[in-house]
């Protein structure tokens, strides 16, 4: 479309700012070696584009046109340090090319992406605390606002403010630099990476506090990261795993509130609501994980979570869903990952395949202090007590769990269903 002839160009620019962030602060902390100063030029170049395009028109390229003025930036910047030569030397000559490259990214690409996944890793270092890491990689890779990254965590703009200052102090100190981990590092800082994205995921997917029972924009954010990752890493299945997990159960969003804004359990969802372009994405990257899994690549958790979501999707009804094939493969995740939510999962899919009995006894070996205070194990408890015809104890269970609970609207649906049972127990 030629310049000048969008509707609604901040939109573009938001919409551009956030499919080119990550690459835009990648390449610029390759060039700079400074994650912090990168990410200033990037955001000027964002209020430039803010400022310029709804008057003189979208250019042709709206991502090089970003990357041509940070870098620009970047200059004046160097030049008011009194670094003229050195610096701009290192800029101009970035990659064998100044400006005259920047414009046309594509003869880049394999380059650009190597430095969004440097980003990601860089992003996830093990000196940052697991949100610290939530909260840059959210900064840094998915383009947020500190704002919208607050809003997600239910903090104050401020107290991210610091948090992300923080994290950013603590890479400098150690010395952190924007090359990719090798050998044994990379794996560990691989998993680390999908642990993040997996974190801001289930905080948007079922959100641990406050008014809302998700959080849809944090759970989209993450699944998007899912695919950069799934693009960056094509060869890794547990990555793939991840991304097909997220996918599934991302799926499921429009029908996981009433239109009164009640939260609805899966087994009472309308499955028509599902996202079938979701489930379709989903379903190719855990093929694509599976394959390379039949040719001696191994697989885990992600992967294992998410053939449990496909047996889901596969159910065009609640009654439909095989519940035996789930519980087996629980079985199979408490071995490859164990943890007392995993058994607590495993519980349910045992009561549903072999009846409440046998979920109790699952359920009656979990460590409760393995999960905190955490509404979990009651509320489990209480759906098999329920199912089993105890209505008087499954009242109590469903009880605690509300007391524990932190959101308003999973403590409204366990309220409902205290008040169900005892009603039956009577």
């Known amino acids: 479309m030629p310049a000048g002839t969008y509707d609604d160009p901040s ?35 964002l209020v430039a584009a803010l400022e310029q395009w709804p008057v003189s028109g979208v250019p042709d390229n709206p991502a090089a046109w970003l990357m041509t003025t940070a ?15 050195r610096k701009v030397a290192e ?28 980003l990601v890793f860089l ?54 630099e924007l090359e990719l981990p090798t050998g044994e590092e990379r794996t560990a800082r691989l998993d680390d990476v999908m642990a993040v994205v997996y974190l801001i995921f289930n905080e948007g997917y079922a959100a641990t506090a406050g008014d809302d029972w998700m959080r849809p924009d944090l759970a989209a954010e993450a699944t998007r ?3 950069m990752l799934a693009d960056l890493a094509p060869d890794e299945p547990e990555v793939l795993g991840l991304q097909a997990l997220l996918e599934l159960q ?15 359990l899966l087994e009472a969802q309308d499955r028509t609501l599902w996202d079938e372009l979701s489930i379709r994405r989903g ?4 093929g694509a994980a599976s394959r390379l899994a039949a040719g001696g690549r191994p697989v885990g958790r992600y992967f294992l979570q998410a053939s449990i979501a496909a047996e889901h999707a596969a159910a065009s009804r609640a009654e439909d869903t095989d519940w035996g094939r789930i519980a087996s493969l629980y079985d199979v995740l408490a071995q490859a990952a164990p943890g007392p939510v995993v058994e607590v999962n495993r519980a349910v899919a045992h009561g549903r395949a072999h009846g409440a009995a046998a979920g109790l006894a699952v359920l009656d070996a979990v460590f409760p202090s393995g999960l905190g205070a955490s509404p979990l194990l009651p509320s489990v408890r209480g759906d098999l007590l329920e199912r089993a015809g105890r209505h008087a104890a499954a009242a109590s269970s469903f009880d605690e769990a509300a007391a524990l609970t932190r959101n308003e609207g999973e403590r409204r649906v366990l309220r409902r269903r205290a008040e169900e049972n005892k009603a039956l127990g009577r």
């Open 71 to 85: 870098k620009r930036r970047g200059v004046d910047h160097f030049r008011r340090a009194d670094t003229l030569r």
């Open 123 to 176: 992003s996830c270092h093990p000196a940052l605390s697991p949100e610290s890491r939530a909260a840059l990689t959210l900064r840094l890779v998915g383009g947020l606002t500190t704002a919208e990254i607050a809003r997600g965590f239910l903090t104050s703009e401020s107290t991210m403010a610091q948090r992300i200052s923080r994290a950013k102090r603590t890479l400098a100190t150690a010395r952190a």
């Open 225 to 227: 990261l899912a695919r």
């Open 11 to 45: 939109g573009v620019v938001i919409a551009t700012w956030r499919a080119e962030s990550a690459r835009l602060v990648g390449a610029l902390a390759r060039m700079t070696r400074d994650v912090d100063l990168a990410e200033d030029l990037a955001q000027d170049a």
């Open 250 to 264: 991302g799926s499921r969003t429009a029908a996981r509130l009433s239109p009164d804004g009640t939260p609805v």
């Open 91 to 118: 800029l101009e000559h970035a990659e064998g090319g100044e400006e005259a490259r920047v414009p046309d990214l594509d003869d880049q690409v394999d380059h650009i992406e190597d430095d969004v996944l440097r």
């Open 283 to 286: 379903l190719a990257a855990l």
